[in-house]
């Protein structure tokens, strides 16, 4: 769990160096639930799929969206996440494999 945990928060820290996270406290809500709570109650199902190496939130069109991080683009993955959750939109970004840096 720590490890799915912290590999979460690296993929959001990436986003936000990549100028990809919106504020979604401030974004209207496209659902009954926040964006926050969707990805809350599907990023370990999805996590447990192969190849997936993390998930996150960004932006999409100038709207909040779920982001997938793929090792590579396995066939069959687009069966296994929907395109929009939610209404939100689910983007899947093929990124490699993440790995935790020396720390000294």
């Known amino acids: 769990m720590i490890t799915i945990l912290s590999i979460a928060t690296t993929c959001s820290l990436v986003g936000c160096f990549c100028g990809n996270v919106s504020n979604p406290e401030k974004e209207e809500r496209m659902s009954g639930k926040s964006i926050e709570q969707v990805l809350n109650e599907r990023a370990d199902e999805w996590m447990a799929i192969p190849g997936i190496v993390g998930t996150a939130i960004g932006t999409f069109e ?43």
């Not at 709207?63 to 996440?81: A, E, R, V």
């Not at 395109?83 to 689910?90: A, D, F, K, L, M």
């Open 62 to 104: 100038g709207k909040p969206c779920i982001k997938i991080f793929t090792c590579s683009k396995p066939q069959g993955l687009q069966t296994k996440i929907p395109s929009t959750i939610e209404n939100y939109p689910v983007i899947i970004e093929e990124t490699g494999t993440f790995r935790a840096l020396d720390q000294e």
